[in-house]
Nanobody
């Protein structure tokens, strides 16, 4: 069955960095786009970044552009999110999510869960001094 397992979250000071990982299994990873979506305490889902199946098209929310970098290695069935210059408002549970298609022309900044067909369990990122 499809599994998405995130790791790499933790507590970091403002201005610090973290690298999130998502290990995928149970499907042909290189056939599907992937996204990172986060949920801050008491708030709804917020799309952060997406990448197409081949890894050459990346898209970012304005709130993280120039600070976060999404990448993938289709040989390793892995997805990453490098997060630099972290801010307290980046505090959230971060999920990797599987797209139902290889590529999206646009992303809903506040998606519903059924816009993605599989989700990981999430990893907590806390940015605080």
């Amino acid at each position: 069955q499809v599994q998405l397992v995130e790791s790499g979250g933790g507590l970091v000071q403002p201005g610090g960095s973290l690298r999130l990982s998502c290990a995928a299994s149970g499907f042909t990873f290189n056939n599907y786009g992937m996204s990172w979506v986060r949920q801050a305490p008491g708030k709804g889902l917020e799309w952060v970044s997406g990448i197409n199946s081949g890894g050459w098209i990346t898209t970012y929310a304005d709130s993280v552009k120039s600070r976060f970098t999404i990448s993938r290695d289709n040989n390793k069935n892995s997805l990453w999110l490098q997060m630099n210059s972290l801010k307290p408002e980046d505090t959230a549970v971060y999920y990797c999510a599987k797209d139902p298609s290889p590529f999206r022309r646009s992303y809903n900044i506040y998606p519903k869960r059924n816009e993605y067909d599989y989700w990981g369990q999430g990893t907590q990122v806390t940015v605080s001094s």
